[in-house]
Nanobody
Framework: QVQLVESGGGLVQPGGSLRLSCAASGFTFSAYVMSWYRQAPGKERELVASAGGRTNYADSVKGRFTISRDNSKNTVYLQMNSLKPEDTAVYYC?????????WGQGTQVTVSS
């Protein structure tokens, strides 16, 4: 059974930091591109960062967010620094291969004073 379980979301003040984690099981983690997406109210889901052979970032988070993965723990992380109110969204973990696409349930991140 495939599972992607996100954790680490919450309420943080502007300028603060959060670290999201996504624990994966049920598939060959190291063979998948792992990504973080987010969806704000009234907006489409957007790619935040991905980690496969290389890492990629949305322009809006470059220099503030860092994606990393630990294949020995089947876990992908998203370190978020210098958070802004516009980073408020539900953040989703995604695992993708040529044939399959898995999603977590999401974790809420709210940036507000």
């Amino acid at each position: 059974q495939v599972q992607l379980v996100e954790s680490g979301g919450g309420l943080v003040q502007p300028g603060g930091s959060l670290r999201l984690s996504c624990a994966a099981s049920g598939f060959t983690f190291s063979a998948y591109v792992m990504s973080w997406y987010r969806q704000a109210p009234g907006k489409e889901r957007e790619l935040v960062a991905s980690a496969g052979g290389r890492t990629n970032y949305a322009d809006s988070v470059k220099g503030r967010f860092t994606i990393s993965r630990d294949n020995s723990k089947n876990t992908v992380y998203l370190q978020m620094n210098s958070l802004k109110p516009e980073d408020t969204a539900v953040y989703y973990c995604n695992g993708r291969s040529f044939r399959t696409n898995y999603w977590g349930q999401g974790t809420q991140v709210t940036v507000s004073s």
